[in-house]
């Protein structure tokens, strides 16, 4: 049926799901309080710490595009407002965002990191304008300072997509303790996962109030109970709410995630450095780009390898597939979609080349030096078979 060497495959993602992560599943379970409670208050407060945040707090929910979906409500984003995106993203950012009835206007990147290029932001700005999406691509900070400059400018708020970035810093500073409202993922395949979660920080204890409602079905007072395993049973809905709270279950398997998250980072670093230190011959030939950076302050999420010429993207895919290495593409241009067709947009030539030129290669929080020089070989055969050195 399939090749041979399919067995033994490397997959694109392999989540961490160790004993310690079963072991507080299985006592959550067994505690018997399943909806939101003590553990994901305590989850939240290790976020906290762990993001070094002061004044801002964590809002947990049961996904980043949900996590996205209540920032854009907060925000009192709704029809006839306009968000700048980058079109190359995940889709479940534009999603969010037009789940409001917002229009989506979508933004070309800078070359170097691939994040939303705040000169293009400016240039598309209009009196409609209410919020910029931004995005930490594979976990390589976007341009937060200069987008906070021009939201303050042209009294904007700015939403960031740190679903990649979850334990990356910018400049010295954890992403997500500072900026204006910032939103991780704790989905299946992100660096720490709850199985499906996300969260948002903000800084505003306003705010904070008003993501509880959002989270909770508009109820305005029935989060300080849960999270000591209480129910209020005298409640008042004071807005139109939705309900994407984070139970307990998936907050313990995060707790015990994130007791690890210190490791998974390391160690993806370790293995960009590797995957780099491989490569740096073919960047040299000019038959592939790599990213500018050492990962010293960057959680790497995914390994991207740009290619030179996009066209021979799929000869690679193929060329790893036959080798039982499995590859991503990181991202479409979202601009393309059908569903999006009517939005605004800009001129695109950054995002246009990157769509062809990228292509992720496997990264895990735990990959053995066998599995890394089986991939790094492989893509090495493909370009120049005479570099060839294992
Ligand atoms: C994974 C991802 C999301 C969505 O996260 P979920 O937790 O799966 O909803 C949003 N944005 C980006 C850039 C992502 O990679």
Not at 150 to 166: G, Q
Not at 220 to 234: G, L
Not at 246 to 260: E, F, H, N, T
Not at 323 to 347: C, D, M, N, P, V
Request: proline content about 4%.
């Amino acid at each position: 049926m399939s090749t041979p060497v399919a067995e033994n495959r490397v997959p694109v993602y392999r989540p961490y799901l160790g004993a310690e992560v079963a072991s507080a599943a299985q006592s959550a379970l067994e505690a018997g309080w399943l909806g939101m409670g003590k553990l994901s208050r305590e989850f939240e407060l290790e976020l906290e710490r762990f993001l070094h945040l002061d004044e801002r707090r964590v809002v947990s929910t049961n996904s980043c595009t949900e996590a996205l979906h209540i920032a854009a409500r907060l925000i009192g984003l709704g029809p006839g407002d306009e968000v700048i995106a980058p079109a190359f993203t995940y889709v479940a950012g534009h999603q969010a965002m037009s789940r409001t009835g917002a229009d989506i206007v979508f933004c070309d990147i800078e070359d170097e990191y691939l994040s939303i290029d705040p000169a293009r932001v400016e240039e598309l700005i209009t009196e409609r304008t209410k919020a910029i999406l931004a995005v930490d691509y594979l976990g390589l900070p976007c341009q937060l300072d200069r987008l906070m400059e021009i939201a303050a400018k042209h009294n904007l708020r700015v939403i960031e997509d740190a679903a990649h970035a979850f334990g990356s810093y910018n400049q010295g500073r954890a992403v997500g303790s500072f900026g204006d409202i910032t939103c991780f993922s704790f989905g299946p395949v992100k660096t720490i996962t709850t199985l499906e979660g996300g969260a948002v920080v903000t800084s505003n204890p306003a705010d904070v109030q008003a993501l509880h409602e959002l989270r909770h079905l508009g109820i305005d007072s029935d989060t300080d109970a849960r999270y000591k395993n209480q129910r209020n049973w005298e409640f008042d809905v004071v807005r139109q709410g939705y309900r994407c709270h984070l139970g307990s279950v998936p907050a313990a398997i995060g707790l015990a995630q994130l007791a690890k998250a210190d490791e998974f980072i390391h160690n993806r670093q370790e293995y960009c450095r590797t995957y780099d230190k491989a490569f740096a011959e073919l960047a040299a030939r000019g038959d592939i780009k790599l990213f500018d950076t050492e990962w010293k302050d960057v959680a790497p999420y995914i390994y991207v390898l740009r290619l030179s010429d996009g066209g021979r993207r799929q000869a690679l895919i193929e060329h790893l597939n036959a080798r039982g290495i499995a590859t991503g593409i990181h991202f479409l241009g979202a601009h393309e979609f059908s569903f999006y067709a009517g939005s605004r947009r800009g001129e695109m030539p950054v995002t246009e080349a990157a769509t062809q030129q990228v292509l992720t290669l496997p990264l895990h929080p735990y990959m053995d030096e066998d599995t890394l020089n089986r991939v790094s070989q492989a893509v090495i055969e493909f370009f120049a078979p005479d570099l060839e050195t294992a």
